[in-house]
């Protein structure tokens, strides 16, 4: 694709001005999140309201979500036109795909009940839709940010092992010419292990998912010494963890290897909670450390 897209998405208005939340995480949980754009509403009965319940209702049971787990189509014209992208996270078997996918397109219906652009997260996929052409074209505004609260005992090298990581997992997810996914384990200590997972929307080039997968790694600069952070930005997604919260593929080939790139440690800007949409993130804890946080950086 290329200069098109992007001009596209250039001249569109962003879902996302300003907008940056941070999120904590202590236990492993399931993580939830929905955004509704304020860009418009659509009325009860309408054709955009029929169009988006069709496609949405076509999502799981899509033939498309075979190859790459990916489903991105459109219907309707002009003004009762509705996109669609949706996306499971690429260790996923075809059936938990399409049933996260299932309760992801009711969820975000009634999450956002009449607004023509939304976007969900859940562990295993995400779903997007829009009244804007959103198919094909680079997002990478950030959607949100959850991080594990506890310190590694050891952040200079922990960030060293993880800054490698991460620049590995974005070569080969980026040049993953299917699903534009990687995720892999390294040791941190003889002990422990850091887990790493990236993946791209497969719709986009391949130096737009580097460039997506990169505003993600320096997105955690936020979380530095942290560790466990997931990253979510709407092309691309980033997580680690010092658990496994993915299932390990077989056989992975070994991945090629390539010059440690260590996160340089630096205080992150500032944080700006400016938002054109509405953020609900359905973890207690979380929500109560994101008012502590925002309290701490303002
Ligand atoms: C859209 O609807 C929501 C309530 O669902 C309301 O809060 C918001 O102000 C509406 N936006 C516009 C642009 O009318
Ligand atoms: C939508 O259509 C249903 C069934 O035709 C009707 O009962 C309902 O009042 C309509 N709602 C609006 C807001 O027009
Ligand atoms: C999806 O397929 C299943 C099984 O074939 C069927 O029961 C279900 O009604 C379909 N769902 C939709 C939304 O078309
Ligand atoms: C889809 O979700 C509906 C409602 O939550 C449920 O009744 C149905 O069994 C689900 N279908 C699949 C295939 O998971
Ligand atoms: C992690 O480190 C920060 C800053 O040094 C400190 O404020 C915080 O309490 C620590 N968190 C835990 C869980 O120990
Ligand atoms: C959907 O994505 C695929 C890449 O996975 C791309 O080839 C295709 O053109 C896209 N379709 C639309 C309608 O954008």
Sequence with gaps: M??????????????????LFILSLITPQPIFAARCSDSGNYTTNSTYAANLKTLLSSISNSSDLNSDGFFNASIGQNQDQVYALALCRGDQEITSCRS??????????????????????????????SSRNILSSMDDGLFAMFY??????????????????????????SSDGVRKYAA???SYTSLSKIYGLEQCTPDIAKLHCEKCLDDAINDITHASGKVGALIIRYSCVLRFEMYQFF???????????STPAPLAPQSPPPLSTGSTGTLRASLLSCLHCFNKVNKAVN
């Design 148 to 173: 594990n609260l506890q310190n590694a005992t050891n952040p200079a090298h922990f960030n060293e092992v993880l800054g490698s990581l991460l620049y590995d997992l974005r070569e080969q997810a």
């Design 2 to 19: 290329g200069a098109h897209g992007e001009n596209e998405s250039m001249d569109r208005p962003r879902l996302s001005i300003c907008f």
């Design 100 to 129: 996260c996918l299932n309760d992801s397109s009711q969820a975000i219906t009634k999450e956002c009940p009449n607004q023509k652009e939304a976007f969900l997260y859940k562990d295993e996929c995400m779903l997007r839709f």
């Design 184 to 186: 892999k384990v390294v």
């Design 247 to 257: 299932q390990l593929a077989v056989d992975a080939p070994p991945p090629p290897r």
